[in-house]
């Protein structure tokens, strides 16, 4: 009985192994994809006409002649399945819809009228069902959230910028498998390893800067959560000890200094009016307001401290900065660059690159999105069970 467990269960492994490589590497031939995973060309034509009868996969022509038969190519067949990826930020909610190919087939975001746990996540479970209105129907659902996240439960911990404390999101949402809750900073490092600057990149720190600011951590390619997921706070680590509060309880905090609402506060502060939203700080720095661009300046000064504390003790090949302020590339990378190499040590700035996100506002809502694909595809039987519910 132990014998023919162990075999089913390497077919299956085996079965999974094609499906993801096709996904990663399509087009490919049955002779590419049995030398690469080292198995036989029989056993890859039996699971890879099981996957085409499953819907999963489809043929997508011919490879070129080398003198004999040209041998069919395959691709995942991009309709099998889609799934949805929500960003939870402070003042919105950012979604999209993937095929199966990770294709985006549908964005939306919407505004946040009140932070209250009673009033968003009614609102999520809204954005849930819309989605699979029509002629799509969402197989899974990823969220971002910026907090503390317990792994494997969906609880919220802790999310200050929110004013969330143990909030079992995952038992108030109506959608329940599959279904991943991960930190939005997480979550935006797995979206830029995936779709954006950190594809080549094994160690990679992703700089979420919103309301607040947080890390990801991708460390050989994986996420780097520490022993009770609380790795990546870079933005309740202090950098002016007797400085103001932050909303976690301690003074000084990387965030009060470096994020949306500390520079909405320094140009409150320095001007006596307010600007408004981040948005508008934006469009007082584009139209070359003088006490904008000073404020812009000083949450430069502290981003790069930040960064360099960074890649002192963590050396990634990559770091990426993510949110509004990636707008202001232009206006401010040779100044965040120069902060970060005359605070970093020399070898570890020397390895180091450093981008601004490509995905904008949509790296959270991709990174949670893709999180959910590998989920489903990692799921023991889950094409079986898919099977057997039609």
């Known amino acids: 009985m132990k014998k023919v467990i162990n075999q089913e269960i390497m077919k299956e492994t085996n ?70 990826g929500i960003d939870l930020q402070v003042d919105r909610i950012i979604s999209v819809v993937l095929d199966f190919g990770g294709r985006p087939v549908q964005t939306r975001e919407i505004p946040l009228k009140s932070r ?43 999310a200050p910028n929110l004013g969330w404390k143990n909030v079992n999101l995952g038992q108030l949402l109506e959608f329940k498998n599959p279904l991943v809750i991960e930190n939005e900073a997480n979550a935006a490092a797995l979206g830029e390893k995936t779709f954006g600057a950190g594809q080549n990149a094994s160690h990679l720190v992703y700089v979420s800067v919103g309301m607040g600011v947080g890390c990801g951590l991708l460390m050989n390619g994986r996420l780097f959560s520490g022993c009770s997921n609380y790795a990546g706070e870079f933005g309740h680590v202090t950098v002016e000890p007797d400085g103001l509060l932050c909303p976690c309880g301690n003074r000084g905090c990387w965030e009060v200094y470096t994020s949306n609402k500390a ?41 790069g401290i930040g960064i360099a504390g960074i890649i002192n003790g963590i050396n990634p090949e990559v770091v990426i900065v993510g949110g509004k ?14 902060q970060v190499k005359e605070r970093s040590l020399d070898r570890a700035f020397s390895q180091m690159r450093l981008e601004f996100s490509p995905l904008k506002n ?29």
């Not at 029989?42 to 043929?59: A, D, G, N």
């Not at 990636?326 to 660059?337: D, P």
């Not at 949509?362 to 039609?390: D, F, P, R």
Request: include cysteine.
């Open 15 to 84: 079965k999974k192994n094609i499906l993801n490589f096709i996904r990663k590497h399509a087009p490919v031939s049955k002779k590419e994809i049995a030398e690469q995973l080292g198995l036989s060309l029989t056993s890859v034509t039996t699971f890879t006409r099981q996957l085409i009868k499953e819907e999963r996969i489809i043929p997508c022509g011919t490879a070129k002649s080398t003198g004999g038969r040209r041998s069919l190519l395959y691709r995942v067949n991009p309709t099998a399945f889609y799934v949805l």
């Open 263 to 303: 520079a909405l506060r320094l140009y409150q502060e320095k001007t006596g009016r307010e600007a408004g939203t981040f948005e508008d700080f934006l469009a007082l720095v584009f139209s070359n307001d003088r006490a904008a661009l000073e404020v812009l300046d000083t949450i430069v000064k502290y981003l």
């Open 116 to 158: 209250s746990e009673w009033q968003v996540i009614p609102l999520i479970n809204q954005v849930i069902r819309e989605a699979g209105e029509g002629r799509l129907r969402i197989s899974g659902v990823g969220i971002g959230v910026p907090g503390i996240v317990e792994t494997g439960t969906g609880r919220i911990e802790f």
């Open 325 to 338: 302020i990636a707008e202001t590339k232009s206006l401010i990378y040779n100044k965040l660059l120069q």
């Open 362 to 390: 949509m790296a959270t809502a991709l990174g949670a999105a893709g999180m959910v694909i590998e989920k489903i595809l990692n799921e023991q039987n889950y094409v079986q069970e898919k099977e057997s519910t039609k």
